[in-house]
T-cell receptor, first 114, second 115 residues
């Protein structure tokens, strides 16, 4: 079975400060990892993914995420937060070798204050 | 339109009635997925289509739920004899191929309210 944990329901950060949204995962094999963002009354938008290779993945809107195999983590980061980054963020995992199901974490609400 | 579209955007129904939710994937996308997003439950996988066949129905919560896809394009999720616990946002997603590394593109969802 595969699972994703996002330990923080909400993250608050001041505009211009760096932000981190945490994600840890569990799969039996090797993972494909994804981050999605959901703005109010809208569907999920793909931000970035880790497949293989460089552990630091860069994605849309200046976001990046670092894959850490030993800690089974894939934290989302941005050097300087914008108020417009305020949204709900979901981490997701898929086992490379089993099934087609994408398993999502419970989501983290990011609030960026001016 | 270039994105995944879903209809209706909102559906209010009475307990016991049947509902149909529609998804139009991005043109050319072979894989299609249905998820359910409930308050406090996160995103729950329901079913996956590759072309018109559904190799993975493992997430359907009960036999009241069914889905079909025709012409490798439009998909319909049907919920029979709706219950109040079916109230949720139903999200559809598509991807160009079914490979596990492919990202999925999501529609805006259908908000279902069962009274």
């Amino acid at each position: 079975a595969q699972s994703v944990a996002q330990p923080e329901d909400q993250v608050n950060v001041a505009e211009g400060n760096p932000l981190t949204v945490k994600c840890t995962y569990s799969v039996s094999g090797n993972p494909y990892l994804f981050w999605y963002v959901q703005y109010p009354n809208r569907g999920l938008q793909f931000l970035l993914k880790y497949i293989t290779g460089d552990n630091l993945v860069k994605g849309s809107y200046g976001f990046e995420a670092e894959f850490n195999k030993s800690q089974t983590s894939f934290h989302l980061k941005k050097p300087s937060a914008l108020v417009s980054d305020s949204a709900l963020y979901f981490c997701a995992v898929r086992d490379r070798n089993a099934g087609n199901m994408l398993t999502f974490g419970g989501g983290t609400r990011l609030m960026v204050k001016p | 339109g270039a994105g995944v579209s879903q209809s209706p955007s909102n559906k209010v129904t009475e307990k016991g009635k049947d509902v149909e939710l529609r998804c139009d994937p991005i043109s050319g996308h072979t894989a299609l997925y249905w998820y359910r997003q409930s308050l406090g439950q996160g995103l729950e996988f329901l079913i996956y289509f590759q072309g018109n066949s559904a190799p993975d129905k493992s997430g359907l919560p009960s036999d009241r739920f069914s889905a079909e896809r025709t012409g490798g394009s439009v998909s319909t999720l049907t919920i029979q004899r709706t219950q109040q616990e079916d109230s949720a946002v139903y999200l559809c997603a598509s991807s160009l191929v079914s490979g596990r590394a492919s990202e999925q593109f999501f529609g805006p969802g259908t908000r279902l309210t069962v009274l």
